[in-house]
């Protein structure tokens, strides 16, 4: 069984101030992928980044960066100089490789950017 | 190019009435799901199709039925509303299974459900 964890219930940062969202998950098999999805107020969600769990290496797109340790089962996101817009709810998600489009989804991180 | 299309995106039902939340997307996707939102357990999957004539169930199907007759359409059937059932829900496509766009999954808006 696949189980993803984000222990932060909410966060609330002042704009400029870095962000580093929380995500371990659980899962049996050797070859799966994980995500992270953005849902701002107005509630559609969207994709934000992927990253295979073959390749440990860790990258920056933009105000985006994402930590991923396979020794620790994390895959922590930041989110580099915030921004008003950057309030929303962020899900980490797991999927198998095999199944990459089932998704299991965590309970989601609140982020509030004050300006 | 309108992606995924729900309807409708507030509904209101009294307990042991059914309905349908239909879900289109126009992008020619051979993956399509359906998840519910609920607060503090992020989004479960209900069911999904990896193309027309085939579906299977997901987390939490009880309660919930689907059909995917076309590649484009993939209805949600509540069969008797529960309470328990109130919840955001949200349809799903992929437009491949595996390789260079694995879970991107591209969403509707929502449907909103009420159960009293």
């Known amino acids: 069984a696949q189980k993803v964890t984000q222990a932060q219930t909410e966060i609330s940062v002042v704009e400029k101030e870095d962000v580093t969202l929380d995500c371990v998950y659980e899962t049996r098999d050797t070859t799966y992928y994980l995500f992270w999805y953005k849902q701002p107020p107005s509630g559609e969600l969207v994709f934000l980044i992927r990253?295979?769990?073959?390749?440990?290496q860790n990258e920056i797109s933009g105000r985006y960066s994402w930590n991923f340790q396979k020794s620790t089962s994390s895959f922590n996101f930041t989110i580099t100089a915030s921004q008003v817009v950057d309030s929303a709810v962020y899900f980490c998600?797991?999927?198998?490789?095999?199944?990459?489009?089932?998704?299991?989804f965590g309970a989601g991180t609140t982020v509030t950017v004050r300006a | 190019n309108a992606g995924v299309t729900q309807t409708p995106k507030f509904q209101v039902l009294k307990t042991g009435q059914s309905m349908t939340l239909q879900c289109a997307q126009d992008?020619?996707?051979?993956?399509m799901s359906w998840y519910r939102q609920d607060p503090g357990m992020g989004l479960r999957l209900i069911h999904y199709s990896v193309g027309a004539g085939i579906t299977d169930q997901g987390e939490v199907p009880n309660g919930y039925n689907v059909s995917r007759s076309t590649t484009e359409d993939f209805p949600l059937r509540l069969l008797s509303a529960a309470p328990s059932q109130t919840s955001v829900y949200f349809c799903?496509?992929?437009?491949?299974?595996?390789?260079?766009?694995?879970?991107?999954?591209?969403f509707g808006e929502g449907s909103r459900l009420t159960v009293l």
């Open positions: 998600a797991l999927s198998e490789a095999l199944y990459d489009y089932k998704l299991s």
């Open positions: 799903a496509s992929s437009y491949s299974i595996g390789g260079g766009d694995a879970g991107e999954l591209f």
């Open positions: 990253r295979n769990s073959f390749d440990e």
């Open positions: 992008m020619n996707h051979e993956y």
